[in-house]
């Protein structure tokens, strides 16, 4: 049970559980039932896209007219909290840069002509998108991407390499950060790249310690030939853009790990009722009670952290400071409490079978990814003015 959705706050309207209820019924439904089949298999159906998109998964804060349900972060929370329900972290992440990394930057950004060609089919699910910012030679330091647009006639013209973009292997279009100057932070603009443009190529799908069936690829552009008019924002502004964007993706970032965390807290508290060991159930023993119990007091604090973090997002309230905490402490609070909990199912929690197994080990993504931890507690210490 997650206390902290009482009614009185954070303000979870009928409307949010709304959003809570079909999530949940498509995860039980559509999703979790098949999660080892495609785990094992390294892949899921794209369709999986349309089906959430037909929840409005992909526009819970879009503004309706582009087929959003122009909701606000709480809604977000609530479909996060749901989505713990797939059992399988792989597709959490690719709805998640669907949802929250790419639809808003368009929103946000785009020309109504831009919205109507990229936003409103990504929205609905008939085009997958892919963020592609990480190069082989940058990831913390974003300001050092090499990825080059030149201007030739009304078009870019693309050269260079990006790595580690999750639905790299199935976008429909990416949102891509390209050198366009040299200088190195009012060098880089944002374009929508159709991912039919001559020239490109994907590399290998990443093998990966987890998230085993997210795609995760390694993209290639030779001399790629887009028009101006799929430049995003202003020329020059795309490292300033995905700094202020960042904060939507960290927030996003911590309701999922939270969600994940609180599903695993379900598996081990139910398994350890259902084990016997030298007589007793091993939520019997007080070790695993108070182990859990640090836990869930633990848990609740990282959710007040992000509620209040969203709160703040919701009200377009200054949020960095808040965000990078909440990335930090739910990622890094996950590392303890999946270990445990994956712990106390003790060799069985070890196989593959057992979805407790596939949480920790996916949930080990996050310190890394969206920024990594380091980059949290420096963006931290800066802001504190050290
Ligand atoms: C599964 C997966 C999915 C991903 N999906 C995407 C995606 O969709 N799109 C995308 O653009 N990128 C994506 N990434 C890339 C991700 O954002 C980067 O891996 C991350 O930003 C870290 O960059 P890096 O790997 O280059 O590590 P580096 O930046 O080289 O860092 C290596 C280590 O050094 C530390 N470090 C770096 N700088 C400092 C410093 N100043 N002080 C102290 N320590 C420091 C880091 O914290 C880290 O521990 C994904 C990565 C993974 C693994």
Partial sequence: MIQASSPSFPPFTE?????????????????????????????????LFHKAAHLGLFGIRTDPKWGGAGMDWWASAAAYEALRFTDFPSINIGFMVQADLTVPLIDELGTDELRKEFLA??????????????????GSDVAALRTT????GGDFVISGQKLWITNGVNADFLLLAVRTAEDR?????????????????????????????????????DECRIPQRYLL???????????????????????????????SMELAVQYGKERQAFG??????????????????????????????????????KADREVSMAKLVTTELAQKVTYDCMQIHGGFGYTTEYP?????????????????????KEKLAKQEGW
């Avoid at 709304?18 to 080892?36: D, G, H, M, N, Y």
Wanted: proline share 3%; glycine share 8%; charged share 25%.
């Fill in 233 to 263: 924002g202003r020329r020059n502004r795309g490292f300033y853009y995905i700094m202020g964007h960042f904060q939507g993706e960290r927030l996003a970032t911590a309701m999922l790990v939270l969600s994940f965390m609180d599903r």
């Fill in 185 to 221: 932070h009012h060098g880089i603009s944002l374009l929508l790249f159709p991912t039919e443009t001559k020239g490109f190529s994907v590399g290998k799908r990443l093998k990966k310690v987890g998230h085993v069936a997210s795609d995760t690829a390694e993209l290639f552009f």
């Fill in 121 to 138: 089919p990504a929205v609905a699910g008939k085009r997958i998108a892919a963020l592609a910012i990480s190069e082989p030679g940058c």
């Fill in 15 to 47: 409307e949010h559980e709304l959003v809570r209820q079909s999530v949940k019924r498509f995860c039980l439904e559509e999703i979790a039932p098949f999660a080892t089949e495609w785990e094992n298999a390294g892949e899921y159906p794209r369709e």
């Fill in 356 to 376: 407790v197994s596939r949480i920790w080990r996916d949930m080990r993504l996050y310190t890394i990814g969206a920024g990594t931890s380091e980059i949290m």
């Fill in 149 to 152: 647009a030149r201007e030739d």
């Fill in 280 to 317: 007793r159930r091993l939520i019997d023993n007080q070790v695993w009670r108070h182990r859990l119990a640090e836990h869930r007091a633990s848990i609740e604090a990282a959710r007040w952290l992000t509620y209040h973090a969203a709160d703040l997002m919701n009200h377009h309230a």
